[in-house]
């Protein structure tokens, strides 16, 4: 299978992209957020010697936490994702794009292969950004169900802000310390991004165009595309997902990957690694959904008077 990029001998607006990235990432993480905290508290929560749980399924995660932190405690640790999500979605969806127009050949012709490698290069470009956002946001996300337990037991848990936490891992581990799980970090992304944009292409290159002349696919086939894609994407990388959210939660310590799989299977079995799996589907799917969507809108062409050219 080939895909064809826009015109090469176009230039390549690194700038609009970012823009719309950015502004992808903002509103597609915003909307999802509070699907993303009971992803994290069901992939991590610790299973008691008789099998008990503190949550039995997504409905019962989110009752539960409403009713204890409240409707905004979905959204604790929020303001970290949304502050870093904007570099982040605009570093995978611009790098994508560039890696595709780059290599294209002088036709416009990608084979395949090479759009899965432009894909792994974006997710490994991200990585920079997504390690520290991801372990901030759920080292937050695992405070709540603590505090939870913490209540429920009659003690106080002094509150844990993200500036609070930052200091903390900055002032034991120094720098790196934000980098903690960034090999299953990158195992992951990598991995999703490899699948998720050569599939995404192939299903928006095949419905139906906008009527203004820009080869555009309609706004809802974007959605569609995204959302499809996402879903495929999100499900083949759980078992990678549950890794690295176990290393970077701190819930209990391993040696690294091969430990923690080792560990996992041991203890709680292969389907372990598929914990939390539709509820990161129902994250992943609408966010990419939704942030792919905003990216193909133009936003940041509009903005810099910049005339849109078909999207690659």
């Known amino acids: 299978m080939v895909y064809l990029v826009d015109n090469k001998k176009a230039q390549f607006n690194v700038l609009p992209k970012i823009i719309n990235g950015g502004i992808a990432g903002i509103i597609g993480v915003t909307c999802v957020y509070p699907l993303d905290m009971v992803k994290t508290r069901l992939q991590n929560q610790p299973i008691g010697p008789n099998g008990e749980r503190m949550y039995t399924s997504i409905a019962d995660c989110f ?3 409403i009713a204890s932190e409240g409707f905004f405690g979905m959204y ?3 303001f970290v994702n949304i502050l870093l999500i904007t570099p982040e979605k605009a ?3 611009t790098a994508n794009d560039y890696f595709r127009y780059k290599l294209a050949t002088d036709d416009g ?3 395949l292969p090479l759009a899965g490698l432009a894909g792994g290069l974006a997710g490994l470009f991200q990585i920079v950004v997504t390690t520290p956002m991801e372990l901030l946001k759920i080292q937050m996300q695992d405070a709540g169900r603590v505090a939870s337990l913490a209540r429920a037991e009659g003690r106080e848990v002094k509150k844990v802000t993200a500036l609070g936490l930052t200091k903390k891992m900055l002032r034991e581990r120094g720098i790196f310390g934000l ?3 960034i090999t299953a970090t990158g195992i992951r992304d990598i991995t999703f991004s490899v699948i998720y944009f050569p599939l995404m292409a192939t299903i928006n290159d095949s419905g139906p165009r906008k009527s203004d002349g820009s080869g555009e696919a309609v706004f809802y086939w974007s959605l569609m595309s995204g959302l499809l894609a996402g879903m495929t994407a999100a499900f083949l990388v759980t078992p990678l997902d549950v890794i690295k959210t176990r290393l970077q939660a701190g819930v209990k310590e391993y040696a690294g990957v091969g430990d923690c799989i080792r560990t996992t299977l041991k203890d709680e079995g292969i389907t372990a690694f598929f914990k939390g799996g539709l509820c990161r ?6 966010l990419f959904g939704i942030a792919q969507m905003f990216y193909f809108l133009g936003v940041g062409e509009k903005i810099l008077g910049i005339q849109q050219k078909k999207s690659v």
């Open 63 to 65: 009752r539960k936490t």
């Open 76 to 78: 604790r640790g929020s």
């Open 91 to 93: 570093i995978k969806l």
């Open 109 to 111: 012709v990608l084979p």
């Open 179 to 181: 980098y903690k799980g």
């Open 281 to 286: 589907v129902m994250v992943v799917a609408p």
